[in-house]
């Protein structure tokens, strides 16, 4: 399994522990996906590639899942990075 469906499967799982979805639209997933899998083989840590600054800042950036999370979801339906959402009411 590579770095991107590893990250990716353990995104899933959080997500659904926590009472989230990922974003359903695979374009924005695969985009945010590969670009947090990046910063996590260069560094080690899943560091949220929509919050980084450039060049990324291990030292300032936050990691995802971020402090903000819950409350952005709350607020907006989904996180800033639109990775995860609110899951759908059926």
Do not use: W
């Not at 899943?46 to 990324?56: A, G, I, T, V």
């Amino acid at each position: 399994m590579s770095g991107y469906e590893e990250l990716r499967k353990s995104l899933e799982e959080m997500a659904e522990r926590s009472g989230f979805m990922l974003n359903p639209d695979v374009e924005r997933l695969e985009k945010v996906v590969g670009l947090m899998t990046e910063n996590t083989v260069l560094t080690g840590q899943r560091f949220c590639p929509c919050k980084q600054s450039h060049p990324l800042d291990p030292g300032r950036d936050v990691v995802c899942p971020c402090p903000e999370l819950r409350s952005e979801i709350e607020a907006e339906g989904h996180c800033f990075c639109r990775l995860f959402f609110a899951r759908e009411k059926q």
